[in-house]
């Protein structure tokens, strides 16, 4: 770093964020010993009922299988085959005044990684690490007319040690490949893509956030590139990934929880369909229900399946519901992975926890509005929140359903359970505990 | 075109492909008159039983309904202040050498049309023709990410009398703005952007293949190019068009007719989703269900909807069944639009002429496998066959449902409704009748 500062006066002056920056780190450096000392006693002041240690078993509640790659899927691509080109120090880009304004998605780093698929050149090609730089295609692509595209969304923590982490990488990988298939896209082997990442990680490190209140969201994404017409599946492919500073969810919304449009006529996801891939084409057909939902008002869109209207999705969250039972026991309950859901990292790692808590029953089962509209006249709805990669979760205090809005008593708990989940989450992603699903990067 | 040639000796090597279809097409100019005159014979000696006049009603079966343009939507595009920069000597393509060959969307013409929308420059900004080029965009272009996309299929057709004719364009465009507003993305003047299309079509008119057997396909395209991750209406997009010179679809199959797999675990749409748009979301999702009934030996898919198995598609285009109804009458029905099927503008077509003809009934219905099935048993299925820009009309003659291979008669008609359909549509939009959905580009 102290090389590409040391150009000319103009760089200086282009790079004075940098230096700043660089000064910032360096008193953050020295202090850093102390402030370790200080989060360590805070830690365990606040320690929560519920004792959470590193033995929680990392078997998944739903064990992704092996990915069978196709036969003739060709060549595979190696991390250590890697090629790496630097951005030049012009080509650098100013890192964000206050990490607690980013927003989402909107700022990128210096570099990204590509790997390009060639059928005709024997299959994957060698991984790259580039600038930051526009994408070229044929306009005949067929990720521009027939949505052969499907991404994944993950994060860089820095913890309180100073070290980069990022959370169960293996479960993207493995749904990555999973929407690939479904997609007529090629497959590629997990580990190395993850390796590729934590390369480019390294590269851009800068950029993870100094702050438990925003962190680096990794978007890794795969595109059908053959240039023709014909729907089918692409014999040429772009694996890519770019990285962009986000801030925490929770900064918004009044109260930090959000109010829902639940309006039947519109669906999701559907049996035989692909609403448990993470493919692009689940997300354009919400979008103007989305705009619907914000014109009346409401944050987010809770997605209902079926004449007896279960509840699948918010958003692009899964759900939960925390109340109380017909044997008049505490409940956490989420939708089973039938299709209609996205397997959610984040909802996987929630039903993991919970389970070894013992503290309370968890189960994955439908459940529907009219449930929702009894348990809330019977005040046995004690909590209701949406889970993601994105927001980890998203307390939820209103639900507009048939036109009539429902309280829901969320944020009026006195020990909530969304709160202690959250918590405990993002102190194994922030490596405030040691916990086998956080990976550190090297 | 005689100065292009006249550049230097590497140029006319390079162009010796126009050369020669420049002396083509002066020989084709000079026998134009007697072809012309024969055509006009035979086309006397093979008029159908029924008689198609101009006359046809131009009122649509379902009259679409004019666009309400978003009210922050900002300017809009207007086809006089088109800018051309045409493709230098160097870059022009050779035509392909058989038209009959061509496949579907494999080979593109010296120019392509852009026009771009960024709502921070105050909207639709001037429509500009272009040599045909790759296409630049950010890496988190939400076209890329969240299938923000979608197309249109049209064609150009040359004509006996060696004009070009485009078919009902303003019912694509109807379709394209229906799409736009389902996908948030901005909305324009559909008969703007046809004049943008016949200008380009007039550019690389020397692409629209001298043949019945072929024409020239056009895709317009409408994407989303916004470089933020937010799942959201885009605030800039591209509208483009490429063309692709097309083989005839009849041309393929061992006598002309696809066989089908009816697999009810896989379903296209659903009540509440965007199955009634030309979205790109609708195409990722079916790639992987036609290689699987690839690998079965079938050539399309059947997609069924529902409980009692209802036909809503096939492959890309829309179903129609011939058949002699309870009360003993000859039918021709097709799927209503109910939301699962696509508004073909072919099956549009279809419904207006076979209705003005009053020789059979015409109706639109749900119809079941079950019905198909008892249909067949007892002799009463005539029959089945897809319908859609690309094929105009793909006979059917057989479909494995449920592991068993039901046959269905269609190739073995002695006067078949398809084939007149063909006939009688391909006469129109070929010029050989003349007709008001036929639209003469200058």
């Not at 150009?7 to 920056?21: E, G, M, S, T, V």
């Not at 304004?101 to 790259?128: A, C, N, R, V």
């Not at 692009?280 to 004449?307: D, F, H």
């Amino acid at each position: 770093m102290t090389t590409k500062m040391a150009i000319n006066a103009k760089d200086i002056f282009r790079n004075q964020h940098r230096l700043i920056r660089f000064i910032e780190q360096s008193i953050r450096l020295c202090s850093n010993q102390s402030l370790k000392t200080a989060q360590q006693q805070q830690q365990k002041a606040s320690t929560p009922d519920f004792e959470i240690t590193a033995s929680v078993n990392t078997q998944y509640t739903h064990a992704p299988e092996p990915i069978k790659h196709d036969k003739d899927l060709g060549h595979m691509f190696k991390a250590s085959q890697m090629a790496v080109r630097l951005a030049t120090p012009q080509q650098l880009q100013p890192k964000p005044d206050n990490d607690e304004e980013l927003g989402f998605g909107k700022l990128f780093t210096d570099h990204m990684l590509k790997i390009y698929y060639h059928k005709s050149l024997g299959g994957w090609q060698k991984p790259e690490i580039t600038p930051l730089e526009n994408l070229v295609m044929h306009p005949a692509a067929k990720v521009l007319h027939y949505a052969v595209e499907l991404f994944e969304g993950m994060k860089a923590y820095r913890g309180v040690d100073g070290k980069i982490r990022i959370f169960r990488p293996d479960m993207n990988m493995n749904r990555m490949n999973l929407a690939a298939q479904r997609s007529g896209l090629p497959t590629f082997e997990g580990k190395e893509f993850v390796q590729c990442l934590s390369r480019l990680l390294s590269i851009d490190s800068e950029w993870v956030p100094h702050t438990e209140a925003a962190s680096l969201y990794i978007r890794p994404t795969l595109i059908g590139i053959d240039p023709t017409l014909g729907v089918a599946s692409s014999d040429s492919a772009l694996l890519y990934s770019i990285l962009s500073p986000v801030g925490s969810y929770f900064k918004t919304g009044s109260n930090g929880a959000v109010s829902l449009l639940a309006d039947p006529s519109y669906t999701r996801a559907w049996p035989g369909g692909v609403g448990n891939r993470k493919m692009g084409s689940n997300y354009a057909p919400t979008i103007n229900v989305q705009k619907e939902a914000a014109a009346r008002g409401l944050q987010q869109v809770l997605w209902l399946y079926g004449e007896d209207h279960q509840l699948t999705e918010v958003g692009t969250m899964n759900i939960f519901m925390f109340y109380v039972n017909d044997q008049g026991e505490q409940e956490l309950i989420t939708p089973p992975l039938n299709g209609l859901i996205l397997p959610g990292i984040t909802r996987d790692s929630i039903l993991a926890m919970t389970r070894q808590w013992g503290k309370f029953k968890v189960r994955e089962a439908t459940f529907t509005m009219p449930m929702v509209s009894e348990l809330l006249n019977q005040g046995r709805l004690l909590e209701l929140f949406g889970t993601g990669t994105a927001c980890v979760v998203s307390p939820i205090n209103r639900i507009n359903y048939l036109g009539q809005d429902l309280y829901i008593p969320t944020m009026e708990q006195e020990k909530p359970v969304h709160e202690l989940i959250r918590e405990t989450l993002t102190d194994i992603q922030y490596g405030k505990v040691d916990h086998p699903w956080s990976v550190v990067i090297d």
